[in-house]
């Protein structure tokens, strides 16, 4: 299984960018979660929202929400991350997972695939 994160860059506060998340490796019929993580600079890695594989149910933590997005395309394997009204304390690496068991959670160590981050910052 391998996840792949695109979409990070330089963007001004109150900027918009989307994230996205390519998944391979798993079986059609296989049943799992996608959960976004992000971790600044000497700290520890969070997770900041996560999506259901039965029915797209979503969840966010207070820090984002109504700014953030999470949506999938379940043709392409993709997850994305709308972000919206982006603020200096965005500024990370953001990292996608994927849990096997199909349990959407905020908790790291609930996932057993990663991929590479994608740096975003949000600065003028």
């Known amino acids: 299984v391998q996840l792949q994160a695109s979409g990070g860059g330089l963007v001004q506060p109150g900027g918009s960018l989307r994230l996205s998340c390519v998944v391979s490796?798993?079986?059609?019929?296989?049943?799992?979660?996608i959960g976004w993580f992000r971790q600044a600079p000497g700290d520890e890695r969070e997770g900041i929202t996560c999506i259901s594989p039965s029915d797209d149910s979503t969840w966010y933590v207070d820090s984002v929400k109504g700014r953030f997005t999470i949506s999938r395309d379940k043709t392409k394997n993709t997850v994305y991350l709308q972000m919206n009204s982006l603020k200096p304390e965005d500024t990370a690496v953001y990292y996608c997972?994927?849990?096997?068991?199909?349990?959407?959670?905020?908790?790291?160590?609930?996932?057993?695939?990663w991929g590479l981050g994608t740096l975003v910052t949000v600065s003028s």
């Open positions: 490796g798993f079986s059609p019929d296989d049943y799992y979660a």
């Open positions: 997972a994927a849990d096997r068991e199909g349990t959407p959670s905020m908790y790291v160590v609930e996932y057993d695939y």
